[in-house]
């Protein structure tokens, strides 16, 4: 953690020569037989330092209700300084805390270290990936703790259309090197379409499975969202 400070204190003095910023908002309403209402609020600022450095924050807040009862309540807060060795591969360190209290997790620690390759990037189609080492500790609801080794493998891809949207998909490998029997996957899947001045319209499905969950709790969880995002 005190490496990941003194790179973003470096890099602070050093002065940022570009930025980006990312707000977005979603919501999920079900009535019927089931009454479910849900908020999703992130948002990723990125800055680039001397064409080599970059840096990505991240933050994001979830929660949920089921017939006026709380049912969902996840976060997670992330920092990812980034080394650029070409334009198109880089290495990276990431530290991140999160929670997801109706999964079991009072509290998880992520440490990273990676690197990331462009295969193809062109006007209309993108493909990289990632490979990392992950080290965590995790806390559950019940007390128990968990540090573990794990590989965090991750596939991107991004397709835009003339009319301005683009259909993104994102698959994440977690393999657990501590408990074999203990994998995750996760997979994301986004259309957006552009609204104009810098707003977009975004519909989502996100999947995760879990292996091995904690007790009592499913091995797959799946979310649909619609969303608005706001970006310069």
């Known amino acids: 953690m005190k490496l990941i400070i003194s790179i973003v204190l470096t890099l602070v003095i050093a002065g940022a ?24 609020f992130k948002i990723e600022h990125n800055h680039t330092f001397k064409e080599k450095y970059k840096i990505s924050e ?25 080394y650029l060795f ?28 990676g690197i990331a390759h462009s295969w193809l990037k062109s006007e209309k189609f993108e493909l990289s990936n990632s490979i990392a080492y992950r080290y965590s500790k995790e806390k559950q609801i019940d007390d128990t703790k968990i540090s573990q080794s794990k590989g965090d493998i991750v596939i991107l891809s991004k397709y835009k259309f003339k009319n301005l949207s683009e259909i993104k998909a994102k698959l994440t490998y977690l393999p657990n090197f501590t408990d074999s029997d203990d994998d995750n996957i996760n997979a994301n899947l986004d259309y957006i379409s552009f609204l ?15 292996e091995k969950p904690v007790a009592g709790k499913a091995k797959h969880d ?11």
């Open 196 to 210: 104009g001045k810098g707003f977009s319209l975004k519909i989502g499905y996100e999947w995760a499975y879990d």
């Open 17 to 40: 020569k570009a930025n980006s910023l990312e707000a977005e908002v979603n919501s999920q309403i079900t009535g019927g037989n089931t009454d479910f209402k849900s908020q999703l």
């Open 86 to 113: 070409t334009e198109r591969t880089s290495i990276f360190l990431a530290n991140a805390l999160s929670a997801n209290r109706f999964s079991g997790i009072s509290r998880m620690y992520t440490s990273d270290v």
């Open 58 to 82: 991240s933050s994001m807040y979830q929660y949920g209700e089921s017939d006026n009862i709380r049912s969902l309540e996840k976060w997670n807060i992330k920092i990812r300084p980034e």
């Open 222 to 232: 799946y979310t649909t969202l619609v969303g608005l995002i706001f970006k310069y």
